[in-house]
């Protein structure tokens, strides 16, 4: 006897209940970026199409982000019986790498830079690192809920909180480069911001390739799910007990379940998806019970 408790297919994941967020952010990112393009062209500032450049990485996160929730929603092929859900993982998983990326690469330019650190104009520094402050408090409020429900706006979420401390830091960097004119200034910001950076990164990147293991949640102990659900009544027997995240706020769940002699498989099906759904919250359950002495394959086999 099989069950399948709430067919994926008609959900919303943890990324699409906040997808609007994402949008808003992503658009304002994009727009503050371009601004910081034409006004690098315009005067001529190296400083400026730099931190257009750093914008433009979490345009494009952000872009990946929106892109996987938005065709996470559509129903797909019939042979995609998880519809696109994993898009969100993969998108992640990118995300994550880009962010090392870039996390490596502003340590490397602030060690080249540390020899011979160059004249940076405070000025437009600060005009410029203040209205990203402005942009990337905005997108940090939008991102700040879904982060804790979802792997892909935590990692959209990570990059506006290193650029949003970025801003901060170029800031305080550019009011003491206006003030003391000290050219090191830069360097170690760079420093500050890479190392900030790298291990959340590769903390995202990590938990996606967990996902994609199809590892057990983390925090779920599969023993003791399985204790729990040997311990029910009317249940003899546990196994082939299988626990994994389709996406991030989707947990799944597959086991074979030896019903007693005496009980009624319908009922002892209804306690274990109960146990698994109020206790874990496991709500995608495909249980197969079986009477004692049955195989799992369906054929029966002499009790010893």
Do not use: C
Not at 243 to 258: E, F, K, R
């Amino acid at each position: 006897m099989g069950h399948d408790h709430g067919p994926p297919g008609g959900a919303l994941s943890a990324g699409g209940r906040h997808r609007r967020a994402l949008a808003v952010a992503f658009f304002l990112t994009l727009a503050y970026a371009g601004a910081e393009v034409v006004g690098g062209i315009v005067f001529d500032s190296l400083a400026l199409l730099s931190d257009a450049a750093h914008m433009g990485t979490d345009v494009l996160g952000l872009g990946m982000a929106l892109a996987a929730v938005t065709l996470a929603r559509r129903e797909g092929p019939r042979q995609r019986t998880y519809g696109t859900y994993r898009l969100e993982v993969l998108a992640a998983l990118a995300n994550g790498v880009l962010l090392f990326g870039v996390a490596v690469y502003v340590l490397v330019e602030a060690v080249l830079r540390w020899g011979e650190p160059p004249e940076v104009p405070g000025l437009p520094l600060l005009l410029v690192a203040t209205g990203g402050l402005v942009v990337n408090l905005i997108s940090f409020r939008l991102l700040s809920s879904g982060a804790k429900d979802s792997l892909n706006l935590k990692a959209a979420y990570l990059e506006v909180l290193g650029d949003l401390l970025g801003s901060v830091a170029v800031i305080v960097g550019a009011g003491l480069i206006l003030l003391t004119g000290w050219r090191y200034v830069d360097p170690v910001l760079g420093v500050g911001i890479g190392v900030f950076i790298l291990p959340r990164a590769a903390r995202v990147a990590g938990q996606a390739v967990r996902i994609l293991m199809e590892a057990a949640p983390p925090g779920l102990d599969v023993a003791a799910v399985e204790a729990d659900m040997a311990a029910l009544p009317g249940v003899a027997e546990v196994h082939d007990l299988h626990i994994w995240t389709v996406t991030s706020g989707m947990d799944a769940a597959s086991g074979h379940v030896v019903a007693e002699p005496s009980s009624r498989p319908t009922e002892v099906l209804e306690g274990v998806l109960a146990l698994l759904d109020e206790r874990y919250g496991i709500t995608h359950a495909t249980i197969q019970v079986e009477e004692p002495g049955q195989r799992r394959d369906g054929h029966e086999h002499p009790e010893h």
